[in-house]
């Protein structure tokens, strides 16, 4: 089990815009990327900057995240991967109106298991993850897997990162341990990218906005991960908003 010493707890807050691009476009997109940002310093390949990325995302039985209940629809949490690396973090996930901010912890990934015990280990450092996974009724619903491309900057404002998220492919998962991702279902043919940022909008990066004529979407991979993999939960939802919407148009 880790120890305080052996693992690192991140804090971050900033920015976050996404844009999906179909693969031609996202191919020229990441080159011109490569010739104005700097690779990430943790990813490899012939660049310098990808690696294979998974995670575990969190929901209650009755997909409380997913269908955007009270509290749950401004937090997620996850645990995420690294290609086959030993380490995992736990990470919650929380937007608000103006940014987004992160709280992540590395552990083992033989640790794990600790997140289905029914009560806290409190001297684990994963401890905060699991009190709150306990408190929310959360449990592993859904594994996503991708390839990601990453290039960093610095601002005066602190530092910037473009991410380029493809082969997207997920498949439903009933507890908090990684597949292999034999018979994982594609979410989208699209290309994922998102612009990380304090304070304003980088000049970098209004000019790739500008460039390729870029227009920010709402996109969640964990949704698309749900859609996808658990197809009857998405149905659900559906019925469910068209039947309230119904509703609203008969009392109107």
Known sequence: MLNGSDSREIRESASEIKFFLDRDTAGRLRERVRGLLAPDPFASGPDADQYATTTLYFDTDNYAVYNRRGSYRRAKYRVRRYGSGDLVFLERKLRTADCLSKRRTSVRIEDLPLLTAPTVDAAWVGAWFHERQLMRRLGAVCQINYRRTARVGMTDYGPIRLTLDEDLCGLPV????????????????????????????????????????????RISKYRLGIEAARPGVAASAAARRAEIAALKAGNA
Do not use: N
């Open 174 to 217: 009933d507890q908090p341990d990684f597949r292999p991702i034999d018979g994982a279902v594609s979410l989208t043919p699209l290309t994922i990218v998102e612009m990380k940022f304090r304070a304003a909008m980088p000049s970098v990066f209004k000019q790739i906005v500008e460039e390729f004529a870029l227009r920010p979407g």
